[in-house]
């Protein structure tokens, strides 16, 4: 079975099991959760990658966050806008750091807090378990998760779909 194959089956059962999870059980956005499996598939993989991936993804939510926050008082679409620039610009200038150096999966961290909060219509100064930086945080934490247990059913799949070889007897 090619790596392809095992990782598309692997992805597959986990896609299912992590729809059903935010369905029913724990109501986590669903997409967001996706994004950062993209997100730890992007970094890298392997436990390096979930940890970069999350490490990236948390980076753009406390810019986001602060971008979001610095604006909440204002209805100018000018303001906003202007907000907006400099946190991409701070979401750039953040990657020059090694273990954050992944600008894409900031960017994702960024998306998935403006994102829950349009979802949701919690505010950025919600209070409690709904704030849509913690329900993005908390989010990519499990999504990256997802990315390696992923990874590692994979290798479980390719292993026991590989061929036996019998030694001949002595």
Do not use: Y
């Not at 692997?10 to 956005?29: D, E, N, R």
């Not at 602060?66 to 209805?75: I, K, R, W, Y």
């Not at 750039?92 to 998935?112: D, E, K």
């Amino acid at each position: 079975m090619s790596k392809i194959t095992a990782l598309s089956i692997s992805v597959g059962v986990l896609g299912m099991a992590s729809t059903l999870i935010t369905a029913t059980v724990w109501p986590l956005p669903v997409w967001v959760l996706f994004l950062a499996w993209a997100s730890f598939f992007f970094v890298g993989s392997g436990v390096s990658g979930l940890l970069k991936s999350v490490a990236c993804n948390w980076a753009g939510i406390a810019i986001a966050t602060a971008t979001l926050l610095s604006v909440q008082a204002s209805d100018s679409a000018l303001v906003l806008s202007i907000a907006v620039g400099i946190g991409s610009f701070a979401m750039v200038q953040v990657s020059r750091i090694p273990w954050i150096s992944a600008t894409p999966a900031i960017v994702f961290g960024f998306a998935m807090t403006v994102g829950t909060m349009a979802a949701t219509g919690n505010g950025i100064t919600t209070v409690g378990l709904g704030h849509p930086a913690l329900v993005a945080a908390v989010t990519a934490a499990v999504g990256a998760c997802f990315g390696l247990a992923s990874e590692w059913g994979a290798t479980l799949i390719g292993r026991l779909a590989a061929p036996r070889t019998v030694a001949a007897p002595g």
